[in-house]
């Protein structure tokens, strides 16, 4: 199992519409196949700069490559993501077996 988090700040003001309309956007990823346990997060504590937070996870990297690739990740990333985000980290990780 794959787990893509990536933690993040936006441009807009901490509960203004258009951060309401961003989350909401950032929700309907979500849909695309292969996604599972998605979540929408915000930061409670503050040992970081970032605002939200956003997590899922895959059975596979064949369905966390078709994630990326898919044409509504794209388009959010292309339209969405890159104009409204000012700062994010992105954490991708696999349980270990010890």
Do not use: C
């Amino acid at each position: 199992m794959i787990t893509h988090s990536v933690f993040f700040k936006l441009s807009h003001e901490i509960g203004s519409a258009a951060e309401k309309t961003f989350l909401n956007k950032a929700a309907s990823l979500s849909s695309i196949s292969g996604v599972q346990q998605f979540r929408v997060l915000k930061q409670t504590g503050s040992k970081n700069n970032f605002d939200y937070g956003l997590s899922m996870q895959f059975s596979s990297q064949q369905d966390y490559d078709a994630y990326n690739n898919h044409p509504e990740h794209v388009d959010f990333v292309e339209n969405v993501w890159l104009k409204e985000v000012v700062d994010f980290m992105e954490i991708d990780f696999e349980e270990m077996s010890l």
